[in-house]
T-cell receptor, first 114, second 111 residues
Framework: DVKVTQSSRYLVKRTGEKVFLECVQDMDHENMFWYRQDPGLGLRLIYFSYDVKMKEKGDIPEGYSVSREKKERFSLILESASTNQTSMYLC?????????????FGEGSRLTVL | GQNIDQPTEMTATEGAIVQINCTYQTSGFNGLFWYQQHAGEAPTFLSYNVLDGLEEKGRFSSFLSRSKGYSYLLLKELQMKDSASYLCAVRLRSNDYKLSFGAGTTVTVRA
């Protein structure tokens, strides 16, 4: 069964802490994405990557960075967490070879910043 | 930014039919996706339309009109397990694999 795995389902951090969210996919997909999901706002794209070592900003990159050192792993980094980054974070992957390029999502990481 | 609109909530009775509308005004269009998301779970892919018309998949159908910037997801013979959020998403360009999402429609199925 294909899978996108996010390392932590629930995290509680303090303002100013550095936060790492890890995502691993086992489908050999080229494309990986980080979205955040907030009530009433839907999914908003933070960063994405179409290849190892490659990264591009999405719609709301401020306060975040990413790392893609290996094809299967895409990490989201909050350099200095703030309360407005409390949210559900969803990682997704896809392959250009798939018809339509559907996204496969992980279970999500719910981050609370106090 | 991209504009993708869908109703916030809908309620229907078990066994009935519900139609979830999605309208979009985007800078490009190369396909429309519908995802289902149960509370606390990952979104899962339901359907994909890139040409006008109706795509049927069991109890679920999706329709697209590109000239009107409009799609709908039709859920027939509703079951309690269909209670979930339904997300409409647009892909803007053929060589650009990210999706832009609407805010989602929460469907509640009542007995």
């Amino acid at each position: 069964d294909v899978k996108v795995t996010q390392s932590s389902r629930y995290l509680v951090k303090r303002t100013g802490e550095k936060v790492f969210l890890e995502c691993v996919q086992d489908m050999d997909h080229e494309n990986m994405f980080w979205y955040r999901q907030d009530p009433g706002l839907g999914l908003r794209l933070i960063y994405f990557s179409y290849d190892v070592k490659m990264k591009e900003k999405g719609d709301i990159p401020e306060g975040y960075s990413v790392s893609r050192e290996k094809k299967e792993r895409f990490s989201l980094i909050l350099e200095s967490a703030s309360t407005n980054q409390t949210s559900m974070y969803l990682c997704a992957s896809s392959s250009p070879g798939l018809v339509g390029g559907e996204l496969f999502f992980g279970e999500g990481s719910r981050l609370t910043v106090l | 930014g991209q504009n993708i609109d869908q109703p916030t909530e809908m309620t229907a009775t078990e066994g009935a039919i519900v139609q979830i509308n999605c309208t979009y005004q985007t800078s490009g269009f190369n396909g429309l996706f519908w995802y289902q998301q149960h509370a606390g779970e990952a979104p899962t892919f339901l359907s994909y339309n890139v040409l006008d018309g109706l795509e049927e998949k069991g109890r679920f159908s999706s329709f697209l009109s590109r000239s009107k910037g409009y799609s709908y997801l039709l859920l027939k013979e509703l079951q309690m397990k269909d209670s979930a959020s339904y997300l409409c998403a647009v892909r803007l360009r053929s060589n650009d694999y990210k999706l832009s999402f609407g805010a989602g429609t929460t469907v509640t199925v009542r007995a």
